[in-house]
């Protein structure tokens, strides 16, 4: 497991920012979805090509701007094999750009997605399920989804485990199999615990600003990386871009 050329891309960038993708039909410019329903039909094939097309357009905001793109497969998954084709199109295109591809499968099998011939250079896992969620791939990424900002998350995640909520335990067992830690909550605390706890583990920062994800940088501005989902346009990239540089700044 090597988490070396995410470092790198990110360098040349010169920014730790990644441009998040995880788009929904409703968020589809209403002329794109007209024009693939009168040309396919209405339907779920026309919402993947409408999806396919609309997130293209985003990879390409994050062509010689940004080191890495973190791709939601929960946007496309639930369409079948018509929304497993757009995934993977987004993962080569994301190869023929230069781009280091992260795919959010939370998955508690990492290996077939690792090793498939389109496999992406990482992946996010469920590490509920024990230490085998952080399978070891040569020159591939595994980040391990220890503290997530949905409303009950808490219930389990914060449950005390000797003297430390359980999300730190796990997450100190992932850093210690080498697998990075994805972190959403966006708060500052809990950053700056996960960074006390885990050493130098590589931090996938979501629904975090740059204020809030000081805590997780090293002195380089290295070891952890900020997913925007936000990003709409070059301008945001620019103006996002700017705004974490006034945080962290990466040598």
Request: proline share 4%; net charge negative.
């Amino acid at each position: 497991m090597s988490f070396e050329r995410l470092q790198s891309a990110l360098r040349r960038a010169k920014t730790p920012l990644a441009l998040g993708i995880a788009p929904t039909i409703d968020e589809v410019a209403a002329p794109l979805k007209k024009q693939f329903n009168e040309m396919l039909g209405s339907g779920s094939l026309a919402d993947c090509e409408a999806l396919r097309y609309h997130s293209m357009q985003l990879l390409e905001l994050a062509e010689g701007r940004l080191g890495a793109v973190v791709i939601d497969a929960d946007c496309f998954l639930p369409y079948g094999m018509m929304g497993a084709d757009v995934l993977s199109n987004l993962i080569t295109a994301c190869r023929a750009k230069g781009i280091y591809s992260i795919v959010d499968y939370r998955t508690t099998r990492p290996l077939p997605y690792l090793t498939a011939e389109t496999a992406p250079d990482g992946i996010t896992v469920m590490p509920y399920v024990g230490g085998d969620a952080a399978a070891e791939v040569a020159d591939k990424s595994v980040f391990a989804t220890v503290l997530t900002n949905n409303p009950t998350g808490g219930e389990v995640q914060s449950l005390i485990a000797g003297d430390r909520p359980l999300y730190v335990a796990l997450a100190m067992q992932m850093a210690r199999r080498g697998a990075g830690l994805v972190v959403e909550t966006g708060y500052s605390l809990d950053v700056r615990e996960l960074r006390r706890r885990c050493g130098s583990a590589f931090m996938l920062l979501k629904h975090c600003d740059g204020e809030n994800a000081v805590p997780a940088f090293d002195d380089y501005g290295h070891n952890a990386c900020v997913v925007d989902y936000s990003l709409r346009s070059a301008e945001d990239v620019a103006c996002a871009i700017k705004e974490l540089k006034g945080w962290v700044n990466i040598v």
